[in-house]
């Protein structure tokens, strides 16, 4: 069934072509960090720009280096790749770069994450970092109509000084950045190594949220202390909670989100858990759909979609569901909220939906 043919009453859903319901569906992505959307074809460019010698020559050489079956074997590859990245009009490019994608692929808003420690800790300074990222969300706004916002996130398995140290450095930007966020190597970096920085992070108005990975040693008690000790405001993947029913009690009377990516997921861990996403999707968590680090796994948000729609045979309903917790669990303004929210209603209204 096409829009033109879809009627507001009587629809039956089993004719909607998921595909392009998927494609035009108004959009909410939670889950990117901005230096995994970093292309191979822009990391060749932006090395020749700054006369940095790679040992790839071309994309597929590029790619070629993209063995990884792990969360740490993944990190020793993404790591390395964001040297190439120097001048503000650098991150500015690489920002554009995914935000004309992700408006292309129906993304009306996006929290990104960014590492800055992963640039200052090799002598890129924090300011032209921001300023190159908050010069492409502005660009997109004005050029494409996509709305974004920052999240910092803290480089875990670095120390807990170091974390607090660059926080302090945000404090400038304040004004350009959400919220703060926790990502690398899970493994001997359980959240509460970051308590004080959570702590002070709050006190300065930012939003929280944590990255507890998938299947890491453990998991559980990891998104105990994000939940219960640090107080944030939603978990990146987390799906490892189907564990714990009672967490999954808690998560859900404070309406806590679960940023997921199946993609990602299916890299990591050999498996998209598929199962534990709808599981927790039946349950009425708010969990999303997202990409996590696009230009590494192969697939943007639409695309993510589709193979978790796929995998787990999930039908037009599902997918509304999963792009409405989006927009619901987003640090947008009510305002903001409600206008995306009717946004995506009339999409919804003309598939019956
Ligand atoms: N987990 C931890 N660190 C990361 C990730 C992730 O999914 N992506 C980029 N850095
Ligand atoms: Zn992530």
């Not at 000084?161 to 899970?186: H, K």
């Not at 199946?262 to 990409?291: G, H, Q, W, Y």
């Not at 927009?327 to 009510?334: H, K, Q």
Request: proline share 4%.
């Amino acid at each position: 069934m096409t829009i033109d043919s879809a009627t507001a009453t009587g629809t039956d859903v089993s004719t909607i072509d998921l595909d392009e319901f998927i494609a035009g569906i108004p959009k909410c992505e939670l889950h990117v960090h901005l230096e995994g959307t970093l292309e191979p074809d822009l990391k060749l460019e932006l090395a020749a720009r700054n006369g940095i010698v790679l040992k790839e020559k071309t994309v597929a050489e590029v790619e070629a280096t993209y063995g990884f079956d792990s969360l740490a074997s993944f990190l020793a590859v993404y790591y390395p790749a964001m040297h190439v990245l120097v001048t503000a009009d650098d991150f500015r490019d690489l920002a554009f770069a995914y935000l004309t994608k992700a408006a292309s692929d129906g993304v009306r808003h996006v929290e990104m994450f960014f590492d800055p420690q992963a640039h200052t800790g090799r002598g890129v300074p924090f300011a032209t970092v921001i300023s190159g990222y908050r010069r492409a969300i502005v660009d997109a706004h004005a050029q494409l109509g996509i709305s974004a916002e920052l999240i910092m996130c803290f480089l875990r398995d670095l120390s807990a000084e170091f974390a607090m140290a660059t926080l302090m450095e945000s404090l400038p930007y304040r004004d350009w950045i959400i919220g703060v966020g926790l990502d690398s190597d899970e493994r001997d970096n359980p959240p509460n190594k970051f308590a004080a920085v959570f702590a002070r992070a709050r006190r300065e108005g930012y939003q929280l949220t944590c990255h507890c990975d998938i299947d890491q040693v453990g998991s559980i008690e990891n998104i105990r202390q994000a939940l219960e000790d640090i107080g944030v405001d939603r978990i990146d993947h987390g799906t490892n909670i189907v564990e714990s029913p009672q967490l999954v009690q808690d998560a859900k009377r404070r309406g806590i989100g679960f940023t997921c990516c199946p993609v990602s997921n299916s890299f990591v861990t050999s498996d998209m858990k598929a199962t534990e996403i709808v599981t927790l999707l039946r349950d009425d968590v708010k969990v999303t759909v997202n990409s996590d680090d696009p230009a590494y796994f192969g697939a943007y948000i639409a695309g993510n979609f589709a193979a978790l729609a796929g995998r787990a045979s999930l039908g037009p309903e599902d997918v509304a569901r999963l792009a409405r917790n989006a927009f619901e669990i987003a640090w947008l303004t009510p305002r903001a909220r409600a206008a995306y929210l009717e946004e995506l209603d009339t999409y919804l209204a003309r598939y019956g939906l």
